[in-house]
Nanobody
Framework: QLQLVESGGGLVQPGGSLRPTCVVSGFTLDYSSIGWFRQVPGKEREGVGC????????SLVDSVNGRFTIGRDPAQNTVYLQMNRLRPEDTAVYYCAADATTGDSCRPSREQYYYWGQGTQVTVSS
């Protein structure tokens, strides 16, 4: 059974850092791109970035490019979202998702991802 579990959210001051992780079970990372998404109440879930199935390609949306990055640890079947220089507008529930396809690229487009974690809350506030 394919499952994704996020953890590592929390409360941080503006300018701080957090590193949510996504532990994957039921498949290995080499067989799926992993995307990160976020959602605030009353708004649609939006893409943050993704990492391709073999880890060679990373895509980040403009609003986080240069502040966030995505990495993975295949030995632990884990993907992480390193978030630096956090801003209050980064406050959201963060989700990881899998598209269950292999390839050399990825897109953080919600409709392409079929398996989702339960989310982890990130709050940026002083």
């Amino acid at each position: 059974q394919l499952q994704l579990v996020e953890s590592g959210g929390g409360l941080v001051q503006p300018g701080g850092s957090l590193r949510p992780t996504c532990v994957v079970s039921g498949f290995t990372l080499d067989y799926s791109s992993i995307g990160w998404f976020r959602q605030v109440p009353g708004k649609e879930r939006e893409g943050v970035g993704c990492i391709s199935s073999r880890g060679g390609y990373i895509s980040l949306v403009d609003s986080v490019n240069g502040r966030f990055t995505i990495g993975r640890d295949p030995a632990q079947n884990t993907v992480y979202l390193q978030m630096n220089r956090l801003r209050p507008e980064d406050t959201a529930v963060y989700y990881c998702a899998a598209d269950a396809t292999t390839g050399d690229s990825c897109r953080p487009s919600r409709e392409q991802y079929y398996y989702w974690g339960q989310g982890t809350q990130v709050t940026v506030s002083s």
